[in-house]
């Protein structure tokens, strides 16, 4: 049975997608790739960033859908 490929064309849920990482470069590379594929973004530098828009988009309704973090 073979897999359909998701596309830019046939994608049909768009995320909100919190995005943690030290590094601006990596962080300006994941905006890129999600943002293209149509996801909002919300970007954060360290921990203390990402807890504060994670709270903020629960308060407000705005719940964030998916979270990537570089933990080390």
Known sequence: ??????????????????????????????REMLA??????????DGDEAIRLFENTYKTEEEIDLVIMDLT
Do not use: P, Q, Y
């Open 36 to 45: 293209h594929l149509g996801h909002e973004m919300f970007l954060a530098a």
């Open 1 to 30: 049975m073979a897999k359909e490929l998701i596309t830019t064309e046939n994608a049909t849920f768009k995320a909100k997608i919190l995005v943690m990482d030290d590094d601006e470069m990596v962080r300006g590379i994941a």
